[in-house]
C-alpha cells in the first residue's frame, strides 16, 4: 500500500466517513488541517516530478465543477452528451507522457470525499438528457479503490440510473469488485500497450499480463470490455512489438468479449507539452520525431503508428469495432 | 547552496562557528556570512524585515542549482512541554492577514512538526494563538522565498524558548539552546542536500563539446538552442555520449550559407 508522509484534510470534511476510513489507514502520517484543498495544491512553484517522488494525500470536498462536459462522441450511442468527472486528482501511477503533469500546478493526490454532492449534481443533468459519463479522467479510480471504495459506488450508483458509465484503468484490481453485480450500463475500459511501452514509458502500472488477468475476470463476469490502445508510443521495433502485442491480447481475449478498440497515438496539447518539457526536458517523450499540429504536440509519424496499430488489431476484430482517433475525438482524450 | 535566515545575531552566531562562514564586508546593508556551501543573512526582526532580506539576500547572491531555503529561530508555544524541542514548521498562518502557507515537506527527517502562527508583535497571551507555535517572522520569509525557491526547497525550523513573548531571554541563553541542536540541523541540511540532487544529463566535457562547436560553426541563438536538444534527445534515446561530436571541430564556415550546410550535417547524425 502506498505511504503518505502528509495528509492534509480540510477542516469542513475532518469528520466525514470516508475521511475518518482513509485516514485510519495511515497511522504514521502526519495530520495537517488546512481550509481549503486549494492551499496546499495551488501553491506557487511546486515542483511536480520532485512531489511525485514524495506524494503526499489531500482529502477535501468538492464544491463546485462535479463535472465537465466532453465532445460528443463518434460512437453510435444516438444523441447522448459526453462529460467527465473526477472524486480524484492525480494519480498513484507514473506515466512519463501523462498529461496531468502538465495540468495540475501539484502532484499531491487530492481525494474529494464527497461522493453524495456528485450524485446529486448527475441526478440534476440526467433528468434532463441523457449522459455518457467517464468517471476515471484525472487519475485512475481503480487503482485506489482499497483506499476510497470509489468505483463501487459508482457502479452501484449507476445500477439504478439512465446513465452510461465508463471507468478506465491500467490497474489489475478488478477483482476488488468481484462480489458486484455490474449493471449493463458500466463501461470497463482497460488501457492496454506492450510490455517494453510499460517498462519504459508507466512506471508503477500492472504489467500487461496482470491487466489482461484482470479483463478475464470482468469477462467471465459476462462483461463486454473496452479497449484503448493509447498513447501508441514509438520505441525501436514499433511493427514486431506492437503486432506481436496485438497477437496476446487477442489471443487472450475473445473477440465477441471485446466492446470495441480505441487506437490512439501519443498526442498532447501544446501547451501542456511545453510545461512537461521544462519539468523534465530530458523525457523520452521528446526524444523522438515529434512535431506540433494544430496546437497539438504529437510524433510526425502518429497517424502512422496508429493506422499500423489499427490494422493488427483489425486481424482479429471487426473493423467497426475499431476507432482510430481522429479530430472529433480530440477534446475527450484531453 | 544552502540559504539560512535568522532574525538575530545570536540566533546565527553558532551557525557561524559551526559552519565557519567568513562575513560578507561588502555588503552594507545585512549581516551575510557564507563558505562555499552555505550563505547566512541576519534579517533583523519581523516579517517585512524577513522578506526584505530574503529578497535582497537572494537577489544579490544568485540562486545555484539545488539551492534551498531555511529560516531558523527561536519561538514561543502554547504548551510548556514543547519547551527546548526543534519542529520543523508543516503550515504557517499569518495572523494579520489569516493567509496561510503550506511548506511541502516531501523528506523523511527526524524532527517533530508543528504549525506556525507569525504575529507583528510579540505575543503575551497564549489564547490569541490559533497555531501552537508563534513567531514574528515566518510568514513574510516563506512569501518572499517561494518567489525565489519551488515549494519543497523553503523549510523553517524552529527552536522553542521558554517563555511566550522572549521577554528576558538572554543572548547567551539563545546561543546555548541553539548550539544544544546544531548537531541535528546539520543532519537535516545534509539529509535535504542528498534527497533533491538533480542528475546532469551531459558531463562537463559534453557541455564544452557542444558550445565548442556551436561557436565554431559560428551557429545564431537559436541554431545553438537546436542543436543543444539534438543532443539531449540523442543523449537519452541512444543512451550514448555525444563526444563523437569533436569530429566536426574541423569543419570550416566562412558564409551563412556554410554555416546552414554544416549545421544540417550535424544534426544528421544526430536524428
Ligand atoms: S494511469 Fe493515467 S492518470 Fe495515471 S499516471 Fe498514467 S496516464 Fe496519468
Known amino acids: 500500500m502506498k505511504k503518505f508522509s502528509h495528509i492534509y484534510v480540510e477542516e469542513d470534511v475532518k469528520n466525514h466517513p470516508l475521511t475518518i476510513k482513509i485516514l485510519s489507514k495511515f497511522p504514521k502520517s502526519k495530520i495537517v488541517y488546512i481550509n481549503r484543498y486549494s492551499e496546499v495544491f495551488n501553491r506557487p512553484n511546486q515542483n511536480y516530478l520532485v512531489q511525485k517522488k514524495g506524494q503526499n494525500l489531500i482529502i477535501a470536498k468538492k464544491r463546485h465543477d462535479f463535472l465537465y462536459k466532453g465532445s460528443e462522441l463518434c460512437e453510435d450511442f444516438g444523441n447522448i452528451h459526453f462529460f467527465h468527472t473526477s472524486n480524484i486528482y492525480n494519480c498513484v501511477y507514473e506515466c512519463e507522457y501523462c498529461y496531468l503533469q502538465g495540468l495540475y500546478p501539484s502532484a499531491h493526490l487530492v481525494i474529494f470525499v464527497n461522493m453524495e454532492d456528485y450524485f446529486r449534481e448527475i441526478d440534476k443533468l440526467i433528468e434532463r438528457k441523457k449522459i455518457y459519463l467517464s468517471i476515471s479522467y484525472e487519475t485512475d479510480l481503480l487503482a485506489l479503490e482499497y483506499l476510497t471504495g470509489f468505483t463501487r459506488e459508482w457502479i452501484e450508483y449507476a445500477s439504478s440510473r439512465d446513465l452510461l458509465l465508463e471507468i478506465k484503468t491500467k490497474s489489475a484490481n478488478f477483482p476488488a469488485l468481484e462480489d458486484l453485480e455490474i449493471p449493463p450500463n458500466v463501461i470497463f475500459a482497460w488501457t492496454l500497450l506492450p510490455q517494453p511501452v510499460i517498462d519504459r514509458y508507466e512506471k508503477f502500472t500492472p504489467s500487461l499480463e496482470m491487466r489482461l488477468k484482470s479483463i478475464k475476470k470482468a469477462i467471465s463476469r459476462g462483461l463486454r470490455i473496452r479497449i484503448s490502445i493509447e498513447p501508441v508510443m514509438y520505441l525501436e521495433n514499433f511493427e514486431e512489438v506492437y503486432s506481436q502485442f496485438v497477437k496476446e491480447v487477442f489471443s487472450c481475449i475473445p473477440e465477441k468479449s471485446v466492446r470495441d478498440v480505441n487506437i490512439g497515438a501519443f498526442r498532447l496539447p501544446k501547451e501542456q507539452a511545453k510545461r512537461i518539457e521544462k519539468l523534465n526536458e530530458a523525457s523520452l517523450i521528446f526524444c523522438y520525431d515529434t512535431v506540433v499540429k494544430d496546437e497539438v504536440f504529437t510524433y510526425r509519424n502518429a497517424s502512422d503508428y496508429e493506422n499500423f496499430v489499427a490494422e493488427e488489431v483489425k486481424k482479429y476484430v471487426p473493423s467497426e469495432k475499431v476507432y482510430v482517433f481522429n479530430k472529433k475525438e480530440k477534446s475527450s482524450l484531453f | ?271
Not at chain 2, 541540511?189 to 566535457?205: A, L, Q
Not at chain 2, 561557436?215 to 543543444?228: E, F, G, P, V
Open chain 2, 1 to 271: 547552496m544552502i540559504f539560512l535566515f535568522t532574525a538575530l545575531y545570536a540566533e546565527a552566531y553558532p551557525f557561524i562557528n559551526y559552519f565557519k562562514l567568513k562575513r560578507d564586508l561588502q555588503n552594507n546593508y545585512f549581516q551575510v556570512f557564507s563558505n562555499d556551501e552555505a550563505l547566512l543573512t541576519v534579517t533583523g526582526v519581523g516579517k517585512i524585515n524577513s522578506a526584505i532580506a530574503v529578497a535582497y539576500t537572494l537577489g544579490r547572491y544568485g540562486i545555484y542549482r539545488d539551492s534551498f531555503a531555511l529560516n531558523f529561530g527561536i519561538a514561543g508555544s502554547k504548551f510548556p512541554q514543547m519547551k527546548g524541542h526543534l519542529y520543523l514548521i508543516n503550515k504557517v498562518i499569518d495572523s494579520e492577514t489569516k493567509k496561510v502557507f503550506v511548506p511541502d515537506v516531501l523528506v523523511d527527517h527526524s524532527f517533530e512538526e508543528s504549525d506556525l502562527e507569525t504575529f507583528n508583535h510579540p505575543v503575551k497571551d497564549a489564547y490569541r494563538m490559533e497555531a501552537n507555535l508563534c513567531d514574528m517572522e515566518g510568514s513574510g520569509f516563506y512569501q518572499a522565498a517561494s518567489k525565489f525557491f519551488d515549494a519543497h526547497q523553503i523549510y523553517l525550523l524552529k527552536l522553542v524558548s521558554d517563555s511566550l513573548d522572549f521577554e528576558g531571554i538572554s543572548r547567551d541563553f539563545v546561543i546555548q539552546l541553539v548550539e544544544e541542536k546544531l548537531k541535528e540541523i546539520d543532519e537535516f541540511i545534509k539529509m535535504i542536500k542528498e534527497s533533491f540532487k538533480t542528475e546532469e544529463v551531459f558531463s562537463e566535457e559534453e557541455k564544452n563539446i557542444i558550445k565548442t562547436l556551436s561557436d565554431k560553426l559560428k551557429l545564431t541563438a537559436s541554431q545553438r538552442q537546436i542543436l543543444y536538444k539534438a543532443c539531449l534527445h540523442y543523449k537519452v534515446r541512444e543512451n550514448k555520449g555525444v563526444d563523437f561530436l569533436k569530429g566536426f571541430f574541423g569543419m570550416e564556415v566562412t558564409n551563412k550559407k556554410e554555416r546552414e550546410k554544416a549545421f544540417e550535417e550535424v544534426l544528421s547524425h544526430l536524428r
